[in-house]
């Protein structure tokens, strides 16, 4: 099986699944706060290493052998879709202020991106691709600038209650 076939359900869930909720979150999911210093590069790196992601995989083959590491990799990359389904409906529906605190948001700050990297390492079992695995490990790191400027944006905006949110809520995991 070709490795594009792996991003179908991603996408679907990622865009089909959260226009559908609301149109909304897909503009607010989609929205970049603006980023300074190290960001910006970051914030490049983290673009051209999605589009490597994605392209590379059209390149690659799933070897469905049922071996550990299939196995490995389909656990891995299912709880990665799973997680970005239920990230996706809690982020549609955020509280009236806007800010994003229920549901999986009360254990992580950004369980969508946590839902990214375990799909995307999943990816990265599933085609047994060191390259691809690579990649997913700098989309990792420059993602956590990105989250990094998500989060002085989200001080900005939402003050106190997002510091205290911070106080309570992991970045991750």
Not at 81 to 104: D, E, H, K, Q, R
Request: net charge positive; proline share 3%.
């Amino acid at each position: 099986m070709n490795g594009f076939f792996l991003l179908i359900p991603f996408f679907l869930i990622r865009f089909g699944l959260l226009s559908h909720l609301s149109r909304g979150a897909v503009k607010r999911a989609a929205y970049f706060p603006p980023v300074v210093g190290n960001e910006k590069t970051a914030y490049w790196i983290y673009q051209i290493s999605n589009i490597a992601l994605m392209v590379y995989l059209c390149f690659l083959t799933v070897n469905m052998d049922f071996s550990w590491l299939f196995a490995a990799g389909a656990v891995v990359y299912i709880s990665g879709l799973f997680f970005c389904a239920v990230s996706m409906i809690n982020y549609a529906a955020p509280s009236a202020s806007g800010l994003n605190s229920s549901g999986l948001y009360r254990y992580s700050r950004n369980p969508m991106y946590a839902s990214y990297f375990l799909c995307f390492s999943g990816c990265a079992l599933l085609t047994r691709s060191l390259p691809l695995g690579g990649i997913v490990l700098v989309f990792i790191f420059s993602t956590h600038w990105i989250i990094l400027s998500e989060e002085r944006w989200c001080l900005e905006k939402f003050g106190e209650s997002y510091e205290q949110y911070m106080k309570k809520v992991r970045r991750y995991l």
